[in-house]
């Protein structure tokens, strides 16, 4: 009987061989993540979706170290020394309080922070985005705070989780995915999209070099023929 042909392991078998991929593991490659794009000029980065498990098991080490803030964990100080800002979105009230400290504590002590503004979306959707930011307009017209014909895009927009950061520019894909998975469905309008068959933990500085290179060649028309 021949044998069956064989085939290349698919990115689902890869990663199954792979072990956890764990938070603090997730946070590193975070921070690799945004030390790579700010050396290219990018000054805005969102990572993400994420879930609150993996924040937790990065962030909760901060309580249990206080309160000498030498004893942050290093991936918070290296925020501090390369001068990134911190900022998580999302629906965070839903999070455990103990981890709802955590998160304002790391943005706060980023506020400063200039070089890199780095966002993380973390327990994430982008339809649950745009159905909150909808109530929330909803209630200041139902309370006679505003008329419907004021509501615009730049209106809307200060309603999302992301009031107040530019939208995407480019996307990346990494492991081959081919869809968006419910990520910044409205700031995701007019970006290039690039996809890489390369594992997020594996995604470094020349796999970003190549993404970039990419979209270099890339025509932007922002929804113009």
């Known amino acids: 009987m021949p044998s069956a042909p064989k085939h290349d392991k698919s990115n689902q078998a890869k990663c199954a061989e792979r072990k956890p991929f764990r938070g603090a593991e997730f946070f590193s490659s975070l921070l690799d993540a945004a030390r790579v794009r700010g050396d290219n000029g990018a000054d805005r980065i969102s990572g993400g979706p994420t879930h609150g498990r993996h924040a937790e098991c990065h962030l909760a080490r901060h309580r249990r170290r206080d309160p000498a803030a030498e004893r942050r964990a290093p991936e918070l100080r290296e925020m501090m020394e390369e001068d990134v800002q911190i900022r998580f979105v999302g629906n965070l009230h839903a999070l455990p309080r103990s981890l709802q400290k955590e998160i304002e504590y790391s943005m706060e002590q980023t506020r400063q922070n200039r070089s890199i503004q780095f966002t993380i979306a973390t327990n994430y959707g982008g339809r649950q985005e745009i ?53 910044l469905l409205w700031q995701v309008a007019y970006a290039e999209l690039y996809v890489t068959d390369t594992l997020w933990p594996d995604f470094n500085r020349a796999e970003f070099h190549q993404a970039l290179y990419a979209y270099q060649q890339r025509d932007r028309r922002f929804g113009k023929v």
């Open 131 to 183: 159905i909150q930011a909808c109530r929330s307009i909803a209630t200041q017209v139902q309370q006679g705070l505003l008329q419907p014909d004021e509501i615009d895009e730049a209106l809307f927009e200060h309603h999302l989780y992301t009031a107040g950061i530019s939208d995407l520019d480019l996307m990346i894909r990494t492991s081959g995915e081919m869809r968006i998975s419910n990520f």
